[in-house]
């Protein structure tokens, strides 16, 4: 029987407690690392990872317990239509059910062809340095429950239709990719935590044709023109029933715009700092419902924050709470005030801390640097 996730955070509190309270009180952390970094036996509790998660995946339990294969990468070289054992593609593609992905050394893989990841798939990448670059990069299509942590994604290519190995080892005829780092099409419940993505041909994260249940947390994102897109076009309805917690990132130096841009769903965007922008920060268009609360804005060339699209923007949502504007930064008009609650569970639930303590919650944003003293 899988283990629970109330057990497991049981059993972790205890193993929490017995770590001196002078090394904890050093580390500044979110919650979300709080749940699992002060933890220095966290490589042997790797799975504990799944019970931190929070904003709208909730909790990725469903990635752990009995059946999850662990499988770790050992071989950097990509073959997208026959991947060998112990390519990340191999097991990406190859290996049905549950499976939890490390890696044995670090290395750079260059993708031939887009990376399509299955179902319940967590690809972890802490305790190595790991970049990914290539043809197409990451591609979540119709799937659940995935986590994605701890990687570097940069000079992601677009790439022409083409066919590759896709999950439960089925050839597929796929499309022609954009060249973002990380895309998402018709996914729910993922986690894409402590990553480093930059300088991609297309942008860096795309939530698109009716993907939801999605938190964006932890990661950096830095020397881009189009960051974030979070609903595919103005004329993909599916797209109102999007929910996307975007929390703790650190957004900059050299970025333009789309952090986020949202289309028709409703995005919570908490927590996150700021390091300048040129077109615009937070942006939307379709009668989106967004919440910008206690981020920390530094202002670089355009000082307003915000960009809307549309002639009818005074049906929108779109507010902010206890957000700091530094450098002459401003939002503009608030619309819909009072709105645009993010309505979560219990398992989603966080505290949204003072926008002051920003700098210091979001100081290890991106892929981790683990010491081999196994902290990380």
Known sequence: MAISWCFSLSLFTAILLAIPSSGLAKMNMNVIDKCWRRNPRWRHHRQQLATCSVGFTGKMTNNIGKGTTRYKVT??????INPKPGTLRYGATMIKGKIWITFAKSMEITL??????????????????????GVGCLFIFEATDIIIHGLRIH??????????????????????????????VNARKVWIDHN????????????????????????????????????????????????????????????????PRVRHGYAHVANNLYQGWHQYAIGGSMNPSVKSQAN??????????????GTQVASWKFVSLGDIFSKGASFGPQIGIGGAKP?????????VVDARSVKRLTSSSGALRCSKRLRC
């Not at 300088?199 to 881009?224: A, E, R, Y």
Request: glycine share 8%; with cysteine; net charge neutral.
């Open 155 to 184: 000079n992601c290519k677009s790439n022409p239709q083409s066919t590759v190995m896709g999950p439960d080892a089925k050839v597929i005829r796929m499309v022609q990719a954009d060249g973002d780092a990380i895309r998402l």
């Open 75 to 80: 071989d950097a070289s990509d073959d997208p």
């Open 343 to 351: 309505y979560y569970n219990r398992q989603q639930r966080f505290k």
């Open 112 to 133: 031939q062809r887009p990376l399509l990841i299955g179902s319940f798939t967590t690809i972890d990448g802490r305790g190595a340095n790991v970049h990914i670059t």
């Open 196 to 259: 480093t993505l930059n300088d991609c041909q297309d942008g860096l994260l795309d939530v698109t044709f009716g993907s939801t249940d999605v938190t964006i947390s932890n990661n950096w994102f830095k020397n881009q023109d189009k960051v974030m897109l979070l609903g595919h076009d103005d004329g993909y309805l599916v797209d109102r029933n999007m929910k996307v917690t975007v929390i703790f990132n650190h957004f900059g130096p050299n970025c333009n715009q789309r952090m």
């Open 296 to 309: 920390f804005f530094i202002a670089s060339g355009n000082k307003e924050v915000t960009w809307r699209q």
